[in-house]
């Protein structure tokens, strides 16, 4: 399980070393910047403001600048390869005569986006490629919607993760909106070894690859998976769902959904990832090794939520 990994043997082998992503040279004094061009060999970059309420210009500094400075520090004194996360989110629709979105596909412009995250990961990625087009060895890794170990032990906190927010409070007001969006949903444990397998493979390098579940669900499966642990599960229109999560909040009860209140509209699209995307890198990538994807099933859903059913 990728929780409670902490082991003493890793304390010798850990250098944190605290900085800003908005900031030129991470913060850093140069001396310190130099340092570290000096040292490391490799860059896993993960870094981001996650927040789907900000525009762009608020979030340019850290996303986009951020990962400007992460190229900088790849190619300064010594070309150190650059594995780079990104989102799914940075594509909006399919491209003509495809009926997926392939991994050799790059993002078109942020204008066609509509929340200043995705814009960020965009422009961000668009500074990968340009990167690697210059010869620094760069390979990028897109996630889509991550299932991960988020609930506390009262099944009340949570990371900022729509759709785990979305399931915790359908459990917690016992209606699901009917939707007919289909469902992608990657074990976070499936993702970190993909992307340590991968990015250890020769054959990985300036390669993009789309780190997902190949296991495509419907919401009607997965309503059908959640209603096993949660029998008195009702599903409603999305109409009425977000009436009474509405009324749940104006009664001033507590939603997991708040930060994302602003993406739910009755008249708008339903804010799930409704695009097919190939894995054929990443599946070809894992070929004869132990990295599989489960199915999403309720079992599987009991493991990495284990409170959240008793939470009524």
């Known amino acids: 399980?990728?929780?409670?990994?902490?082991?003493?043997?890793?304390?010798?082998?850990?250098?944190?070393?605290?900085?800003?992503?908005?900031?030129?040279?991470?913060?850093?004094?140069?001396?310190?910047?130099?340092?570290?061009?000096?040292?490391?060999?490799?860059?896993?970059?993960?870094?981001?403001?996650?927040?789907?309420?900000?525009?762009y210009a608020s979030l340019k500094s850290t996303n986009v600048l951020g990962t400007q400075e992460v190229l900088r520090l790849a190619g300064y004194l010594k070309l150190k390869p650059v594995h780079y996360v990104s989102t799914l989110s940075i594509f909006s629709e399919l491209p003509e005569n495809q009926t997926a979105i392939l991994e050799t596909d790059l993002p078109g412009?942020?204008?066609?986006?509509?929340?200043?995250?995705?814009?960020?990961?965009?422009?961000?990625?668009?500074?990968?490629?340009?990167?690697?087009?210059?010869?620094?060895?760069?390979s990028i890794y897109r996630l889509g919607t991550v299932l991960?170990?988020?609930?506390?032990?009262?099944?009340?906190?949570?990371?900022?993760?729509?759709?785990?927010?979305?399931?915790?409070?359908?459990?917690?007001?016992?209606?699901?909106?009917?939707?007919?969006?289909?469902?992608n949903l990657t074990p976070i444990d499936y993702i970190g070894k993909t992307i340590a397998y991968l990015s250890m493979q020769p054959s990985g390098v300036n390669k993009n690859f789309h780190v997902i579940n190949p296991h495509y669900l419907t919401w009607d499966t997965l309503f059908t998976e959640l209603a096993k642990l949660s029998p008195t599960l009702q599903k409603?229109?999305?109409?009425?769902?977000?009436?009474?999560?509405?009324?749940?909040?104006?009664?001033?009860?507590?939603?997991?959904?708040?930060?994302?209140?602003?993406?739910?509209?009755?008249?708008?699209?339903?804010?799930?990832?409704?695009?097919?995307?190939?894995?054929?890198?990443?599946?070809?990538g894992l070929t004869d090794t132990s990295v599989h994807a489960p199915v999403i099933d309720a079992d599987l859903l009991k493991e990495y939520w284990p409170n959240l059913f008793k939470v009524v």
Not at 7 to 35: H, M, N, W, Y
Not at 109 to 127: R, S
Not at 244 to 253: D, I, M, V
Request: hydrophobic fraction near 40%.
């Open 236 to 284: 409603v229109s999305y109409a009425e769902w977000l009436n009474q999560l509405n009324q749940h909040t104006a009664g001033g009860n507590a939603i997991a959904l708040n930060p994302f209140l602003s993406l739910l509209d009755v008249s708008a699209d339903f804010p799930l990832e409704n695009l097919y995307f190939d894995c054929h890198n990443t599946q070809q």
């Open 148 to 183: 991960s170990y988020d609930f506390d032990d009262n099944a009340t906190s949570l990371s900022p993760n729509f759709f785990q927010s979305l399931i915790q409070d359908c459990i917690r007001l016992q209606r699901v909106p009917d939707l007919e969006q289909i469902v």
């Open 109 to 138: 412009t942020m204008l066609n986006l509509i929340n200043g995250y995705d814009q960020t990961k965009c422009v961000a990625e668009h500074l990968i490629n340009t990167a690697k087009s210059r010869g620094l060895p760069v």
């Open 1 to 55: 399980k990728a929780v409670r990994l902490w082991q003493s043997a890793f304390q010798d082998r850990i250098v944190p070393v605290c900085g800003d992503l908005s900031k030129p040279q991470f913060g850093l004094t140069a001396a310190d910047f130099e340092r570290l061009a000096a040292q490391i060999d490799v860059i896993y970059h993960n870094g981001a403001w996650v927040n789907f309420i900000y525009n």
